[in-house]
């Protein structure tokens, strides 16, 4: 059998492994935003019990190792209590890229949040808007635009870093790769899981692109 024929046979587990990579990234990083919206208000706050908290998830999730605190979730909790085991290798992915994502975007969108000149704040209260109004009715629309930007960077990042999950034996294209090369005695393998990885990546990457033009704030 030629190389091309062992990597066009190679195709199809290595897509299947792309669909949980895909699915984990997507799912992490849309909990991840939606949990960092919160740590984000909440590190500006004007309570010093909540804004020290949320200080200190966001210090922790991005001052140890992912890879730690994967490996903690899967195999740590069980033996604190029987009751926190996770026996889904996907949902333990998927708390742990969650939790991890949503320090980093806490930090994302707390930028984007102060970048909004102060003046928007004073014109909103003049208006008789609460806090809560104002955040939510002008300062968060405004923000949005631009997150697009470095969200779209850390989408990126926690799509690659999703290699990690091979280490719980979750079958993402990562562990694919290894358990063909294992079984063929072949490194060729890994051809077509760089380029998988690639194409992904680029994908999204213009997607992302796409929508910064669209809310492009100089627009």
């Not at 020290?52 to 992912?66: A, D, E, Q």
């Not at 290798?89 to 806490?106: D, E, P, Q």
């Not at 102060?114 to 209260?125: L, M, T, V, W």
């Not at 790769?177 to 760089?194: E, F, Q």
């Amino acid at each position: 059998m030629s190389a091309l024929e062992k990597i066009v046979g190679w195709i199809p587990p290595l897509l299947q492994g792309a669909q949980v990579t895909i699915a984990l990234t997507l799912a992490s990083v849309s909990a991840g935003l939606v949990l960092s919206l919160f740590l984000a208000l909440g590190k500006m706050a004007k309570s010093p019990v909540i804004r020290r908290f949320c200080s200190g998830y966001i210090f922790f999730f991005r001052g140890t190792p992912l890879l730690m605190q994967l490996y903690f979730i899967y195999y740590g909790l069980p033996e604190i209590t029987p009751l926190l085991t996770i026996n889904n290798r996907f949902i333990a992915a998927f708390i742990a890229f969650a939790l991890n994502s949503a320090a980093y975007c806490a930090e994302i969108i707390r930028a984007a949040i102060q970048s909004i000149d102060k003046g928007q704040f004073e014109a909103s209260r003049a208006l008789g808007m609460s806090y809560p109004q104002t955040m939510r009715l002008v300062i968060i629309p405004q923000s949005i635009r631009r997150l697009i930007p470095p969200v779209g960077n850390e989408f990126i990042m926690v799509l690659k870093d999703a290699s990690l999950v091979s280490i719980i034996a979750l079958a993402d294209i990562t562990k694919v790769t290894r358990s063909i090369s294992s079984s063929t005695a072949s490194a060729l393998v890994y051809i077509p899981a760089m380029v998988l990885y690639l194409i992904i990546t680029a994908v999204f990457s213009l997607v992302f692109h796409k929508l910064e033009k669209k809310y492009s704030v100089y627009e």
